[in-house]
């Protein structure tokens, strides 16, 4: 079976090494807006290039909203639930870890101080 995880609601897939784009949601997202901005112009696109791929959404309410599971259902896609209060199997979670270290690392090696 093929592996692909999402990244707060971007899929990677780890099998190819491919991944999405990076939306940047200005505002509130609802799941109407999840719905028509992240999931039929990205997610759907992306999970037809990987056949058997697994979709994981994590609980936030726009995410889990019944639009959005009507139209993950509409869309049969996959879905892997995400069980409550459990932040070792969000990627986002070691990401966000991963990128801190990075930066701290960056501002170390430039001696403290960073100029943008």
């Known amino acids: 079976m093929m592996a692909a995880f999402v990244l707060d609601t971007m899929p990677v897939d780890t099998a190819f090494q491919r991944r999405s784009n990076l939306l940047r949601i200005k505002d509130n997202l609802n799941s109407n807006r999840h719905v028509r901005e992240v999931l039929q112009p990205e ?33 049969q896609m996959q879905l892997l639930p995400w069980p409550a209060y459990f932040p070792d199997m ?17 501002i170390a090696v430039r001696g403290g101080y960073t100029k943008y």
């Open 43 to 75: 997610v759907v696109p992306f999970l037809q290039g990987s056949p058997g791929a697994i979709f994981q959404p994590d609980n936030a309410l726009p995410h889990v909203a019944k639009t959005v599971r009507d139209f993950c259902s509409a869309q």
């Open 90 to 106: 969000s990627p986002i979670e070691h990401l966000g870890d991963l990128v801190g270290r990075r930066i701290a690392t960056f």
